[in-house]
T-cell receptor, first 109, second 114 residues
Framework: GQNIDQPTEMTATEGAIVQINCTYQTSGFNGLFWYQQHAGEAPTFLSYNVLDGLEEKGRFSSFLSRSKGYSYLLLKELQMKDSASYLCAVMDSNYQLIWGAGTKLIIKP | GAVVSQHPSWVICKSGTSVKIECRSLDFQATTMFWYRQFPKQSLMLMATSNEGSKATYEQGVEKDKFLINHASLTLSTLTVTSAHPEDSSFYIC??????????FGQGTRLTVV
């Protein structure tokens, strides 16, 4: 079966760095997405990785290792507004998104 | 700006009535759109894949006669929740892939059935 695993909840301090891991087992692979979702809102796109390596976008970076079925989202200089759920999703061979359950990130002052 | 527009953003309806949710791709054509449902504190669950010009593909356990999907054009897909019941209250989200590397989401529709 297809499976995406990510931690349920993480806590970090404002101004610090946090890494959210995601491991996956899917039928085919056409890229891995990270989304941010605030409560009651639709997910917003953060990053897309299809090749191994690190993609950096401002305070957010995403890493992919296809051989290990592993990705992480790195958030730097955390701000209170970064408190949200972070969803890892893999696009399978049918171009459908397979979703992780999301990681709730709590930022403390 | 948004590339996928979903309407309405929230709706309250009475039990037994039907509700239509629209999903539009704004600056690209989407031959495929996905409809998701999200229960509180849970991940997005794929309900069905909407295909322009053909029937939608429903995931196991999703009642196709209750959740009617019509992909009328290359920029519009609709989800109609028929004979709504309180247990249908949820957050419904559509998604449209653009090319092979992007997937955009609508704003979501919060449905409350009373």
């Amino acid at each position: 079966g297809q499976n995406i695993d990510q931690p349920t909840e993480m806590t970090a301090t404002e101004g610090a760095i946090v890494q959210i891991n995601c491991t996956y087992q899917t039928s085919g692979f056409n890229g891995l997405f990270w989304y941010q979702q605030h409560a009651g809102e639709a997910p917003t796109f953060l990053s897309y990785n299809v090749l191994d390596g690190l993609e950096e976008k401002g305070r957010f970076s995403s890493f992919l290792s296809r051989s290990k079925g592993y990705s992480y989202l790195l958030l730097k200089e955390l701000q209170m507004k970064d408190s949200a759920s972070y969803l890892c999703a893999v696009m399978d061979s049918n171009y459908q998104l397979i979703w992780g359950a999301g990681t709730k990130l709590i930022i403390k002052p | 700006g948004a590339v996928v527009s979903q309407h309405p953003s929230w709706v309250i309806c009475k039990s037994g009535t039907s509700v239509k949710i629209e999903c539009r791709s704004l600056d690209f054509q989407a031959t495929t759109m996905f409809w998701y449902r999200q229960f509180p504190k849970q991940s997005l669950m794929l309900m069905a894949t909407s295909n322009e010009g053909s029937k939608a593909t429903y995931e196991q356990g999703v009642e196709k006669d209750k959740f009617l999907i019509n992909h009328a054009s290359l920029t519009l897909s609709t989800l109609t929740v028929t004979s709504a019941h309180p247990e249908d209250s949820s957050f419904y989200i559509c998604s449209a892939p653009r090319g092979e590397t992007e997937a955009f989401f609508g704003q979501g529709t919060r449905l409350t059935v009373v």
